[in-house]
């Protein structure tokens, strides 16, 4: 029997509106959902009177913005926190910077692996759904963005795995670094509540994309147990509802991973020996439109399966297009 995650439904969100969520946190939704980002990307402010700290700004849509001046209104911002550089957490952190003073703050920027060359299109390709949602957005003045890599992000503050990201009057915000969903991952302690602000790297909504060459399951696997050895009393995650249930709710996904490896394994040893065809295989039910991005996570997988020494990859380099072959 396969492991149920025990997902987390959002109610639907107050789009621009600021709800208080616990006594130091309020959460601002922006209008950018999309098979990637659930219902849209929530941006947190930590903090209460005058002083707060902003987690992940968003993406640079017009409505965000306004609504994020709405939420500070009166307000002093100390530090921009980003848990990672895709184009729906960390574009509105120049903005906001520029408008606030506050410096951004983030384990560093997106490196790239120039010697890696994909052997397949762009996994965040936009599909008819999605294009509908985007020209709904363009009616009412927003500038949609998929998500994709800000290569234009690089923090003032770099801060590493441990250390005191930002504090404030009844609040100490510490990163922990979690590579996987991508190197350059954090998510972000706030001790006074033993919360734990996720970003991507686990969502109450979905399981997260892992996506070569920066993206490594590997890693991914070694920051799930980090996390679950931290006393949360509750998970929030940049997309999706809280999570009050936090161990056995990361226990799941561990399960569902391996399960997942383990079933890429077996594909490969049954003779599958092309990426898309384990898709189909693994992926009964799922939505074709999401095929390219479980076949990412598959590649992912793969490598680490290579790396134990299980399979093998016929070529050069890995991808979804070369033959894996068992050893």
């Not at 709800?19 to 219902?39: E, G, H, W």
């Not at 399960?259 to 077996?266: H, M, Q």
Request: with cysteine.
């Amino acid at each position: 029997m396969s492991t149920v995650i025990p997902y987390v439904t959002l109610a639907e969100p107050q789009y621009g509106e600021a709800v208080q969520v616990s006594p130091l946190v309020r959460r601002v939704i922006a209008k950018n959902p999309s098979k990637f980002t659930y219902l849209g990307t929530g941006t947190y402010l930590v903090g209460n009177g005058d002083h707060v700290v902003v987690i992940d700004p968003g993406p640079a849509i017009q409505s965000h913005r306004e609504a994020l001046l709405r939420a500070i209104e009166g307000q002093r911002v100390s530090a921009i926190l980003v848990t990672h550089c895709h184009s729906d957490h960390s574009p509105l952190a120049a903005w906001l910077k520029e408008h606030t003073g506050a410096p951004t703050v983030a384990f560093g920027p997106h490196r790239l692996n120039h010697e890696w060359v994909d052997d397949d299109t762009d996994p965040h390709e936009p599909d008819p759904e999605e294009e509908a949602l985007a020209a709904a957005a363009r009616a009412e003045g927003d500038e949609p963005m998929e998500e994709s890599l800000d290569l234009d992000f690089t923090p003032d503050i770099v801060v590493a795995d441990g250390a005191v990201a930002a504090t404030g009057p009844g609040y100490t915000l510490r990163a922990v670094h979690t590579p996987g969903h991508t190197s350059n991952h954090l998510c972000f302690w706030l001790e006074e509540e033993q919360a734990l602000f996720t970003g991507d790297h686990i969502m109450g909504w979905s399981t997260t994309v892992i996506t070569p060459p920066d993206g490594d399951m590997r890693s991914y696997f070694e920051s799930l147990h980090k996390v679950a050895a931290l006393p949360a009393a509750v998970l929030w995650p940049t997309h999706g509802a809280p999570v009050t249930d936090a161990r056995p709710f990361i226990d799941a996904f561990v399960a569902h991973r391996l399960e997942r490896e383990a079933g890429v394994l077996a594909a490969v040893r049954d003779g599958v020996e092309l990426v898309p065809d384990m898709v189909r295989r693994l992926y009964v039910g799922v939505p074709e439109k999401l095929y390219r991005a479980a076949g990412r996570s598959v590649l992912s997988h793969l490598i680490k399966l290579a790396q134990d020494g299980q399979v093998r990859f016929d070529g050069e380099r890995p991808g979804v297009k070369v033959r894996w072959l068992p050893v």
